[in-house]
């Protein structure tokens, strides 16, 4: 059975760097039919997409975060990483990892997140 | 900021059915597959229906999913007291190259 596991800071001060990693036990990291993305929810709010990557690195990011946000990818750790820059207080919010169904061999995308991670709550307070 | 719409609550009795609406447009819901997922308080989202209307494994056949257009629709019958959650459709954005997620529906059962 796949797991995914967030690691992270509970508390990150303004204007610093949130940096959370996701252990993925349980399955490979490397498969082309997986991407392996962020998603976050402020407290009694809704879900928003941070950004994904593949197994070979690439990337695909929430353009109204781009600039502040990095992904990245350590297959050799099954492992993938996020960096969100200059965070303020509304960066405040439960951050989940998860694994996204992006290509099916049939030849279509169909684009769901099977797997989620538990969560953790990121407080953006100095 | 979400760009799919959702209707904020919805609510009925134990033994009835509710229906989510989700709202997008030819980029992201007219062109893509639409998946729902639930989340219990205190708890990640779960993956309820993918590909429009399917199932994953555990699911049981009570909730449905459909997709016309730039809309997609989730069911639950028989609802039941468990049930409550908020829910949550999702989709790719051909536009944005990423994913976009409804504003959420909170479900009580009366």
């Known amino acids: 059975q796949l797991q995914l596991q967030e690691s992270g800071p509970g508390l990150v001060k303004p204007s610093e760097t949130l940096s959370f990693s996701c252990t993925v036990s349980?399955?490979?990291?490397?498969?082309?039919?997986?991407?392996w993305g962020w998603i976050r929810q402020p407290p009694g709010k809704g879900l928003e997409w941070i950004g994904s990557?593949?197994?070979?690195?690439?990337?695909y990011y929430n353009p109204s975060l781009k600039s502040r946000v990095t992904i990245s990818v350590d297959t050799s750790k099954n492992q993938f990483s996020l960096n969100l820059s200059s965070v303020t207080a509304a960066d405040t919010a439960v951050y989940y990892c998860a694994r996204k169904y992006y290509y099916d061999s049939s030849g279509y995308y169909p684009h769901y997140s099977d797997q989620w991670g538990q969560g953790t709550l990121v407080t953006v307070s100095s | 900021q979400s760009v799919l719409t959702q209707p904020p609550s919805v609510s009925a009795a134990p033994g009835q059915k509710v229906t989510i609406s989700c709202s997008g447009s030819?980029?992201?819901?007219?062109?893509?597959?639409v998946s729902w997922y639930q989340q219990l308080p205190g708890t990640a989202p779960k993956l309820l229906i993918y590909?429009?209307?399917k199932r994953p494994s555990g699911i049981p056949d009570r909730f449905s999913g459909s997709k016309s257009g730039t809309s997609a629709t989730l069911g639950i019958t028989g609802l039941q007291t468990g049930d409550e959650a908020d829910y949550f459709c999702?989709?790719?954005?051909?536009?944005?190259?990423?994913?976009?997620f409804g504003t959420g529906t909170k479900v009580t059962v009366l």
């Open positions: 349980g399955g490979s990291i490397s498969s082309s039919t997986y991407h």
């Open positions: 990557i593949n197994y070979s690195g690439r990337t």
């Open positions: 590909e429009n209307n």
């Open positions: 030819s980029s992201n819901i007219g062109n893509n597959y």
């Open positions: 999702g989709t790719w954005d051909s536009s944005l190259s990423g994913d976009v």
